[in-house]
């Protein structure tokens, strides 16, 4: 099949404001001047990149508002980036294998500035066989589970996969409130390698290759409508590329080429990032034939829900491989998280777990005993 | 007009500071009270947080700048002032 058959990345309708922000904000945008910088602004910061826009638009006369925003975003950046250094330091002292995501280490790689990212909350990645230790230690540092009648550590911690383990906490202390996610199962790869791969790290970090995989994977998780992410990578890979032929490899061993090749032809669409010809040429075979057309978001437009079974279906389609799309699927029967926070059943009847993970796929079962309409399903089910 | 103070000054407890976005910012990681600097004010915070002491910050200012030791001095104190007010900085005594 030539690769102009092959299904293209949609090019979304954007006006001339969301043009602009783009060309501001891509690896080659430079500082500029705006004919009505507010909003300007004020779009910016709804697509996420407000800091960057500001920054690139500093010498222009923008409100004294909007400098007082960038610098509580800077302030609130520094704070985050202490409070995780202070957290991964107290999970070392308990020996648990955690490593920061994205948050501020991005911000330094992609623009060398932990200014010009904005940031929500922390993203830490904790080994599963450690989560039930890393989640004692933090509740000894002040942090406890966002959600009342949390699931047991150990539970949680045989559930999910690279798209769906996350478990909330929120800090309790008197400081300024904090949400901390920890996910413990952020790429397909075994516990073993992933340590491995983090231990190889000083301090443990994802290697290069990996990290870009992951915020890939994150992508495609938000069916590419996160700006922000978009413009982390294109700066990131702009400032530093990666081993291409190693990323490559990577990728296909852990079946996420057709992720890879989506992902960077957002990084074109929206921010005129072009991977080398080599590269592509060796993504072209992973290109889908044709994609449902959900499963690329508008990023200029809120992001529309979808039912559990478009979920998976998207998630399905993601996958080049016919063993990893097996692997899913024989996933997606095993209860998850949501299952056990959905119910909560007595230690000996575990096994009824399993039919309520069929009544919250079909959608019958959403938060306890409660039918939702059919046509309205959960984010994550 | 009050003097400079006397004596060393340095980072309140708590305080951490760094280069962000074209200017300093300082947070006071315990009351979330933060500062940003101009590039002046991050010159004399960081000849402050080298030198510790106001008078030898204004001689090295003298040596930079072409304005008088008065004016020098003043903007000093004025930048000691509000930084003490929001308690992002200490005197040794303190």
């Known amino acids: 099949m030539p690769a102009s058959r092959r299904w293209g990345f949609p090019r979304f309708p954007q006006t001339d404001l969301d043009r602009q922000i783009l060309a501001l904000c891509s690896p080659s945008g430079a500082p500029a001047t705006a004919a009505d910088t507010d909003a300007l602004l004020a779009r910016a910061e709804a697509l996420g990149l407000f800091p960057l826009a500001f920054h690139r638009l500093r010498r222009s006369n923008a409100h004294p508002e909007w400098e007082e925003r960038f610098r509580a975003n800077a302030a609130r950046n520094l704070y985050l980036h202490h409070e995780q250094s202070r957290l991964l330091a107290e999970l070392s002292a308990a020996g648990v294998c955690a490593a920061p995501l994205k948050g501020t280490a991005l911000a330094e790689l992609a623009y060398g500035d932990l200014a010009l990212r904005s940031q929500v909350d922390i993203d830490l990645y904790v080994s599963p066989r450690d989560l039930p230790a890393a989640l004692d230690r933090l509740s000894g540092a002040g942090y406890h589970q966002a959600v009342p009648n949390a699931v047991p550590a150990a539970l949680l911690a045989r559930t999910g996969d690279e798209f769906t383990s996350e478990c909330q906490l929120v800090s309790a202390g008197d400081g300024m409130p904090v949400l901390l996610e920890l996910h413990w199962r952020i790429l397909p790869l075994s516990d073993q390698e992933l340590r491995a791969a983090l231990a190889a790290q000083i301090p443990p970090q994802l290697p290069h290759e990996m990290n870009v995989l992951y915020l890939c994977l994150k992508a495609a998780t938000q069916r590419w409508s996160s700006l922000k992410l978009l413009a982390d990578l294109a700066h990131w890979l702009g400032r530093q590329p990666p081993n291409w032929e190693r990323l490559l490899g990577t990728a296909g061993r852990l079946g996420l080429r057709r992720i890879v090749c989506l992902t960077l032809d957002a990084l074109g669409v929206y921010f005129g990032v072009q991977a080398p010809t080599p590269v592509s040429e060796a993504l072209a075979s992973a290109r889908p034939l044709s994609l449902p057309a959900a499963a690329v978001a508008n990023p200029f437009l809120s992001l529309p829900t979808l039912s559990p079974a478009a979920h998976h279906r998207l998630r399905l389609a993601l996958r080049e491989r016919f063993r990893d799309r097996a692997r899913y699927a024989a996933r997606l029967l095993r209860p998850t998280a949501g299952d056990l926070a959905a119910l909560r059943l007595p230690r000996g009847l575990g096994f009824l777990y399993w039919g309520v993970r069929w009544l919250r796929l079909s959608g019958l079962l959403k938060n306890g005993w409660k039918r939702q309409p059919r046509s309205f399903g959960a984010a994550h089910p | ?94």
């Open chain 2, 1 to 94: 007009m009050t003097a400079l103070p006397r004596g060393r000054i340095r980072p309140a407890r708590d305080v951490v500071f760094r280069e962000l976005g074209g200017e300093m910012v300082l947070l006071n990681l315990k009351s979330g009270v933060y500062f940003g600097l101009n590039e002046t004010g991050t010159q004399m915070w960081t000849l402050l947080v080298e030198l510790k002491d106001p008078a030898r910050v204004v001689d090295a200012l003298e040596r930079e700048y072409a304005a008088s030791r008065a004016q020098l001095e003043g903007d000093l104190r004025e930048l000691l002032g509000t930084l003490r007010a929001k308690g992002l900085i200490e005197l040794d005594d303190e």
